[in-house]
């Protein structure tokens, strides 16, 4: 899990952009606002809280780059 933590100039990137997600969702009205963009919002946070980001481990997990001397 190590190789997912991010640094603090990213942690505190994605508070800035949840913040302003959350404030755009505030600011709309959150029964008004599709339920899709509560996911960003709630990545951003969690990110900038624990310094683990879904979204790298998402993008990790579908581009990973194979071992040429494995075979996978």
Known sequence: MKKYLIG???R???LIAGSI?????WLTGFATVHWLL???ALFFIFASLTG???GLI???MLFAVRNEQSGK
């Open 52 to 54: 683990i980001c879904p």
């Open 21 to 25: 997600l959350w404030a755009g969702i």
């Open 12 to 14: 505190f990137f994605f």
């Open 38 to 40: 509560y996911i960003p």
């Open 58 to 60: 998402v993008s990790n």
């Open 8 to 10: 603090k100039p990213m």
